[in-house]
C-alpha cells in the first residue's frame, strides 16, 4: 500500500502507482463475450493466497457466470484442466509460476502454455502476458508510466521538491492483442471506450497506400496519353484520305 497523505518533512518521495484490475479486466471479457457462461480463474502463487485478493472482486459476478477458482501446483494438471474447458467458458489468468525447481517457469511462461493449451480466449491482469496468446485486460500504459515519470523526473531536476508532487495512480485501460481478437472473432466495437490494440497487423493498403495510389495515377496518365494517340492516329487518317479524295477529284477535272 502506499501512503498518499501529503508529505511535509525531508525531501519525501513522489512516483505513479498501479492496481491489479482483477474484477475490470473480468468485467472487460463478458462486455467482448456475453453469452460466456463460466470463468475459470488461475491464481496460484507459492508464497501467497492469491484467490483471497481476487475472490472479493469477482464476487459480484457470481450471480451473472459460474467461477472456479483454479489453485493447482502442478503445470501439467493445470494444463490438462485448461484443455478440458467446456465451450462458452473464459480464462482468468491472475498468476501462476513455478519458482523452484530444474525448471522454473515465470507467469509468462505459465501464461503462455496456458493460451496455447486452452481452446477458449484467455484474458490477463498484467502487462507481462501480453503477446503470451492471451486477448487482453484491464492494465495500467507502460507507455503511460514512463511518460508520467519522466515528467516528475524533469520538475524534480528544476527544483521542486519530490514531496511538493503528488503521487499518482495510472488508470486502467483496455488493452487488446489484435491477433487474438481475430483468432477467436471477438468485436472491440463493442466497447464504449477505444481499446489499445497491440500487435495489429497493417493491411496491404496501410502499407502500400502510396506505392497503389501512384500505379493507379501512373496508369491513368498511360490511358490518357495512348486515348489521345490514337484520337491524333483516327484524326490523321481521317484527313489523309480527304486529302486523297481531293486530290483524285482535282485530276478529274
Do not use: C
Amino acid at each position: 500500500l502506499v501512503d498518499n497523505r501529503p508529505r511535509t518533512e525531508g525531501a519525501g518521495a513522489t512516483g505513479v502507482t498501479g492496481r491489479v484490475g482483477y474484477g475490470s479486466t473480468l468485467a472487460l471479457a463478458l462486455r467482448l463475450q456475453p453469452s460466456t457462461k463460466r470463468v475459470f480463474v488461475i491464481a496460484y502463487a507459492p508464497t501467497l493466497n492469491l484467490v483471497e485478493n481476487v475472490r472479493p472482486e469477482l464476487l459480484s459476478f457470481a450471480q451473472r457466470v459460474e467461477l472456479t477458482y483454479f489453485e493447482e501446483p502442478s503445470i501439467d494438471r493445470l494444463l490438462a484442466a485448461v484443455r478440458a474447458l467446456p465451450a462458452g467458458s473464459i480464462v482468468l489468468f491472475v498468476r501462476h509460476s513455478r519458482e523452484e525447481g530444474p525448471n522454473p517457469l515465470s507467469p509468462a511462461d505459465v501464461a503462455r502454455l496456458v493460451s496455447e493449451a486452452s481452446s477458449v480466449p484467455v484474458y490477463g491482469v498484467s502487462n507481462v502476458s501480453m503477446g503470451t496468446g492471451i486477448v487482453g485486460g484491464m492494465l495500467a500504459s507502460r507507455e503511460q508510466i514512463g511518460r508520467r515519470l519522466g515528467e516528475m523526473t524533469r520538475m524534480i531536476l528544476s527544483g521542486v521538491s519530490p514531496k511538493d508532487i503528488p503521487i499518482e495512480q495510472i488508470p486502467l485501460r483496455a488493452t487488446l492483442d489484435w491477433r487474438e481478437l481475430r483468432r477467436w472473432g471477438i468485436d472491440p466495437s463493442v466497447l464504449t471506450d477505444p481499446a489499445d490494440l497491440r500487435f495489429r497487423q497493417p493491411t496491404i493498403w496501410e502499407n502500400y497506400s502510396r506505392y497503389i495510389i501512384a500505379a493507379i495515377v501512373l496508369i491513368a496518365l498511360q490511358t490518357v496519353f495512348i486515348s489521345a494517340l490514337l484520337v491524333q492516329r483516327r484524326q490523321r487518317q481521317a484527313a489523309e484520305a480527304a486529302l486523297r479524295v481531293s486530290e483524285a477529284d482535282f485530276r478529274i477535272l
